[in-house]
């Protein structure tokens, strides 16, 4: 399964750096993505990233502030989160990106406030 | 991007009730469409993609059909646990999005 970890309370224009590790599940075979929901809204793909990393691609409500990457030798997905905004405010998730997304992790809240 | 729309946005079943719910897409995705649950403070799980192939361990109760850009997520006679908010989401062009969401509530 998958576990995140990172979120918390940020001010606007700050950062924070998601992780997400995998158990029993060997993220180097897959393509990997991060999807967020607001509360009460539908899931919103983030980005995602090839198993060896040499393809990646972003929403365009996060390029160019926000950057995926992944470590395969320590089964683990990461997204650096930098100028965030109000409505970034979420709960983010980890997945496995198959075009469809299965399995997901149990998600970590951003919060995105002054 | 492809904008997905689902109705209704809530329905209310008795328990062995069925409910049939929709989804429509902007444009054509093919059969390149999927259907999760979510209940309260977990994650969406896949119940459906392919249009209509269950995904592992996903009872039979749930059925899904369509193609181009009408679909519909059946579920036959509810059980308690079948009470919980559902989503489509189209994969056949980046990037994938997902429908606004249909809650399903007891009546």
């Known amino acids: 399964h998958l576990v995140e970890s990172g979120g918390g309370l940020v001010q606007p224009g700050g950062s924070l750096r998601l992780s997400c590790a995998a158990y029993?599940?060997?993220?180097?075979?897959?393509?990997m993505s991060w999807v967020r929901q607001v509360p009460g809204k539908g899931p919103e793909w983030v980005a995602n990233i090839k198993e060896d990393g040499s393809q990646i691609h972003y929403a365009d409500s996060v390029k160019g502030r926000f950057t995926i990457s992944r470590d395969n030798a320590k089964s683990s997905l990461y997204l650096q989160m930098n100028s965030l905004r109000v409505e970034d405010t979420a709960v983010y998730y980890c997945?496995?990106?198959?075009?469809?997304?299965?399995?997901w992790g149990q998600g970590t809240l951003v919060t995105v406030s002054s | 991007e492809i904008v997905m729309t689902q109705s209704p946005a809530t329905v209310s079943v008795s328990p062995g009730e069925g409910a049939t719910l929709s989804c429509r897409a902007s444009?054509?995705?093919?059969?390149?469409l999927a259907w999760y649950q979510q209940k309260p403070g977990q994650a969406p799980r896949l119940l459906i993609y392919?249009?209509?192939t269950r995904a592992t361990g996903i009872p039979a109760r749930f059925s899904g059909s369509g193609s181009g850009t009408e679909f519909t997520l059946t579920i036959s006679s509810l059980q308690s646990e079948d009470f919980a908010v559902y989503y489509c989401?189209?994969?056949?062009?980046?990037?994938?999005?997902f429908g606004q969401g249909t809650k399903v509530e007891i009546k």
């Open positions: 392919g249009t209509s």
């Open positions: 997945a496995r990106d198959g075009a469809w997304f299965d399995p």
């Open positions: 989401q189209q994969y056949n062009r980046r990037p994938q999005t």
């Open positions: 029993e599940f060997d993220v180097s075979l897959y393509w």
């Open positions: 444009q054509s995705v093919s059969s390149n």
